[in-house]
């Protein structure tokens, strides 16, 4: 068994090219299984295919977590972690699939592994230039993926068994995103008490949070240019002066409109 730790180890935390392969094989099966989830939720969850794939990723996702937690030697800690927490919950919605027949509540548990989404970026971040120069757009940008498909979930799994108007994932998401952006064509709403406070819940945070991500998306608070003088490196797009040392500053702008 100390022979297989150590191979773990090595292949978990070591620097050689086996271990940086493995390492990005396992950022892509992130990756992938994150994408695959928000593809499955347009197609038929009933299908036997469907139910193959989970239990491949449920056996892929299991293998990965225990090894991790074996290799961990804070137990408790890594147990109590909350991307942990959410892979234990995505690896048991996965298991359910073959079990429960109503898997409408299932979507909103699977969603859990947009989480994941934040590692894979922390990976990337360590190895690409790019993914560091345009981290800001890029995390808002996954700030509001995730922010839209798990209210999507959670709209999908609250209405889909009440409500006519929400019949597939799509109803869902098409309620969502009119409601974020508060365009709210009316053609579909909330049933009951609980769907209306949802509802006021998305109109709220797509007023605050949604728009924000949009503008930061579309237009970064912060752009990256290093001052000469002390070697700040983030400065507000219309900034003349660093704001740590008063330098002159000759950020590249594309004027006024």
Known sequence: METVRTGLERLYTGRSRVALFFRLCLLGFDVLTISLFLVLTFVDEHAPWVTYVDIVVALVLTFDYVARFWLDKRKLHFFFHFSNLADLVVIGSLIAHAFVEN???????????????????????GRHKWVRNHEEVLVSTLNLVVFIFICTALVYVTQDDINPAISTYVDALYFTIATLTTTG?????????????????????????????????????????RCKECGLSRHDPDAVHCKHCGEVLNIPTEGAV
Request: proline content about 2%; cysteine-free.
């Open 185 to 225: 064509f009316g053609d579909i709403t909330l049933q009951g008490d609980a769907g209306k406070m949802m509802a006021v819940l998305i109109m709220v945070f797509g007023i605050s949070l949604f728009i924000r991500l949009v503008q930061t998306v579309f237009r970064p608070a912060r752009v990256r240019y």
């Open 103 to 125: 898997l409408a509540f299932l979507r909103v548990l699977r969603a859990l592994r947009l989480l994941r989404s934040y590692h894979v970026l922390g990976m990337l971040r």
